[in-house]
Structures are given as C-alpha cells and as structure tokens.
C-alpha cells in the first residue's frame, strides 16, 4: 500500500474524519460537523512523508513514509508492554515493523514505516481503535459542553 492509498483507505473507512494537510503530510482529525476550533483539532493518525518534525525514520528516502496512529493508553499498553516511551535500541528505519512513535510514544502513539503485508491487518485494527478513541472524546467534551 502506498501512502496515497493509506490516505484513500482511512477517508473513506471512517465517517466524519478530515484530513488537513501541510508540508505533504496529512492529519486525520474526527470532525464530523467541521467546525472544531484549531485547539481541538487533534489527529488520531498522520501519515508523515518528509523528516519536517523528526528524522528517526529517515524519511528522506526515496517512497519512505511513516503512519502514526495515536492509541487509547490500555491498547498500547497491550501491544507494546513496558514500552512506554521511545527507546534507544529501536530502528525507526525498518519498514512494516510496528514500532513505538520515535518522539509520541509517551503519549501512547505507534507508527510503521511503509505499512505493507506483515502490518496491514494491524495498523487497519489499529486505526479502528484510535479513531474510535478519537469519537469517544469528541462525544464527551460534546456532552461536558452541553451541561455546562
């Protein structure tokens, strides 16, 4: 899968999603109504083509792109137990390898380097998990905004 057909499959997968884009990299952001202020437009995935916010993946490389999906704390726990923050010994060169986020792993973030045959059914898991975090929380502060 390139990383046009990552972008069509994540548009076109889940409802209410939008996806900014800026320096050629895209931020998939849960707005169902499009009106959610700059501040809270957080994405749940990004599909990054350049080394414009870290080089770790080397992303320079010819074809090389890096997915990043932003997961609930319990489902990285699961996935990548006593990982919770980048680690010296990873390669964040290796490509479809399911890593810890280079910079966001603290934050709960994985991320895979040319998503290909030995990720694909996770990261499509993956994604289905972040972006229902990302409904979950677009709901509650929904619902806090309307009882207050």
């Not at 479809?96 to 792993?105: G, I, M, Q």
């Amino acid at each position: 899968m390139d990383v046009g057909e990552m972008k069509r499959y994540i548009c076109a997968t889940f409802a209410g999603v939008s996806a900014p884009e800026a320096n050629g990299d895209t931020f998939f952001v849960y707005d169902p109504d499009r009106d959610l202020p700059a501040e809270r437009q957080l994405p749940f995935a990004t599909l990054v083509t350049g080394d414009h916010y870290d080089d770790a993946s080397a992303l320079s490389r010819p074809g090389a792109w890096r997915l990043n999906i932003g997961l609930p704390r319990a489902a990285y726990a699961a996935l990548l137990p006593g990982r919770g923050g980048s680690d010296a010994d990873v390669d964040h060169t290796a490509a479809d390898v399911l890593l810890p986020h280079p910079v966001y792993a603290g934050q709960h973030w994985v991320c895979v380097v040319n998503p290909g045959e030995a990720t694909l059914g996770t990261v499509r898991q993956l994604l289905a998990e972040a972006y229902e975090f990302a409904v979950r929380r677009h709901l509650n502060h929904r619902n806090r905004r309307a009882s207050s």
